[in-house]
T-cell receptor, first 109, second 114 residues
């Protein structure tokens, strides 16, 4: 059974600090997605990573993919309060899109 | 606005009842996915359709069924509802997997079973 694990599950960080969220998955997948979800809201697509070594950046967020290690990272640079949300990674080895456990991020002053 | 439309947005119903959730995918998208999100189970993949055909199945209960119609909209039917079925149900859509494009989610349908 495919497992997608994120860590940490909860992250409380101060504004201006950097941190990394990790996403490990248990089976081969050539692509990985990152989403953001605000409480009670829909999932907003952040990144689609389609190959080994892929790196994408948008604002204070940067995502990377290592398909050989089955690992993706989401790096947060100089966090701001607006980044407070839950972040999900998801893998799609075939047709199913399987989500990780989610990382709840809280940024405080 | 992702372009994926779900109705109804909120629904309250009694145990034992049956409900239908509806999803209209983004224009041009052939794949539709259904997910259940609850506090204790996270985002659970239920089922996926591609151009009217069932493509993948997840942890979907036998009480639940879905279909995708020729106009590509999809419906998720939930029957013999139990309190534990209370959750936020998401529909998502995408082009063919080969396109590598993102998968867009609708706003969700909040189901409360009382």
């Amino acid at each position: 059974e495919l497992k997608v694990e994120q860590n940490p599950l909860f992250l409380s960080m101060q504004e201006g600090k950097n941190y990394t969220i990790y996403c490990n998955y248990s089976t081969t997948s050539d692509r990985l997605y990152w989403y953001r979800q605000d409480p009670g809201k829909s999932l907003e697509s952040l990144f689609v990573l389609l190959s080994n070594g892929a790196v994408k950046q948008e604002g204070r967020l940067m995502a990377s993919l290592d398909t050989k290690a089955r690992l993706s990272t989401l790096h947060i640079t100089a966090a701001v309060h607006d980044l407070s949300a839950t972040y999900f990674c998801a893998v799609q080895p075939f047709d199913k899109l399987i989500f990780g456990t989610g990382t709840r991020l809280q940024v405080f002053p | 606005d992702s372009g994926v439309t779900q109705t109804p947005k909120h629904l309250i119903t009694a145990t034992g009842q049956r409900v239908t959730l509806r999803c209209s995918p983004r224009s041009g998208d052939l794949s539709v996915y259904w997910y259940q999100q609850s506090l204790d189970q996270g985002l659970q993949f239920l089922i996926q359709y591609y151009n009217g055909e069932e493509r993948a199945k997840g942890n979907i209960l036998e009480r639940f069924s879905a279909q995708q119609f020729p106009d590509l909209h999809s419906e998720l039917n939930l029957s013999s509802l139990e309190l534990g079925d209370s959750a936020l149900y998401f529909c998502a859509s995408s082009e063919d997997r080969a396109s590598g494009n993102t998968i867009y989610f609708g706003e969700g349908s909040w189901l409360t079973v009382v």
